[in-house]
């Protein structure tokens, strides 16, 4: 399979824990990417993490790329209900021209 | 700096008729992408344009299905003659390039064939 599979499906925290979710793919990769969807929403570019880079911060958003593994996870710290939303990790396959998204991890933060 | 538009954002059509469905890019952007989404399901790759040209279909029904990125205007999803298998959220995405560069997602255009 091209694209990327998240893990868990599905997620459920309270408010101002962490969440994490991982991503696996098949293939060599330019780049990952994750995106964010909220329920009836178009997604949202969270963060580019290049095949060469391991680790990339973004306010609260800590990625990591493993690419011997082809893996890659994306860490909330101190969620918040505002982050409830579907999250899909994208590998950027070298070689193609578009991004194939699995079915996402759908992520609930409880007030 | 408007985002990438899409318009309508739903689109009720009866089976047989026709459904378009249009995308305007960022403001820079030549690269549009179209991806459909089921309930429940990520997003699954139709096509990739740049202007007047097709790059990749690869993802696109080989029936009723047409998309294009005239050099003037919006891109257009035609899909011809639809069915209720066909309902389904459209977005679009654009880039300033090919490669590592990140993809803008549209709102959406949610087709309900009935």
């Known amino acids: 399979s091209q694209q990327g599979e998240e893990d868990p499906q599905a997620l459920s925290i309270q408010e101002g824990e962490n969440a994490t979710m991982n991503c696996s793919y098949k293939?060599?990769?330019?780049?990952l990417q994750w995106y964010r969807q909220n329920s009836g929403r178009g997604l949202v570019h969270l963060i580019l993490?290049?095949?060469?880079?391991r680790e990339k911060h973004s306010g609260r958003l800590r990625v990591t790329l493993d690419t011997s593994k082809k893996s890659s996870s994306l860490l909330i710290t101190a969620s918040r209900a505002a982050d409830t939303a579907s999250y899909f990790c994208?590998?950027?396959?070298?070689?193609?021209?578009?991004?194939?998204f699995g079915t996402g991890t759908r992520l609930t933060v409880i007030p | 700096n408007a985002g990438v538009m899409q318009n309508p954002r739903h689109l009720v059509r009866r089976r047989g008729q026709e459904a378009r469905l249009r995308c305007s890019p960022m403001?820079?952007?030549?690269?549009v992408y179209w991806y459909r989404q089921l309930p429940e399901e990520g997003l699954k790759f139709m096509v990739y344009l740049q202007k007047e040209n097709i790059i990749d279909e690869s993802g696109m029904p080989k029936e009723r299905f047409s998309a294009e990125f005239p050099k003037e205007g919006p891109s257009i999803l035609r899909i011809q003659q639809v069915v209720r298998g066909d309902s389904a959220a459209y977005f679009c995405?654009?880039?300033?390039?090919?490669?590592?560069?990140?993809?803008?997602f549209g709102p959406g255009t949610r087709l309900t064939v009935t």
């Open positions: 403001k820079g952007h030549s690269h």
């Open positions: 993490i290049r095949s060469n880079e």
């Open positions: 293939t060599s990769i330019n780049n």
């Open positions: 994208a590998p950027d396959q070298t070689g193609a021209n578009n991004l194939f």
């Open positions: 995405a654009s880039s300033s390039g090919q490669g590592v560069y990140e993809q803008y």
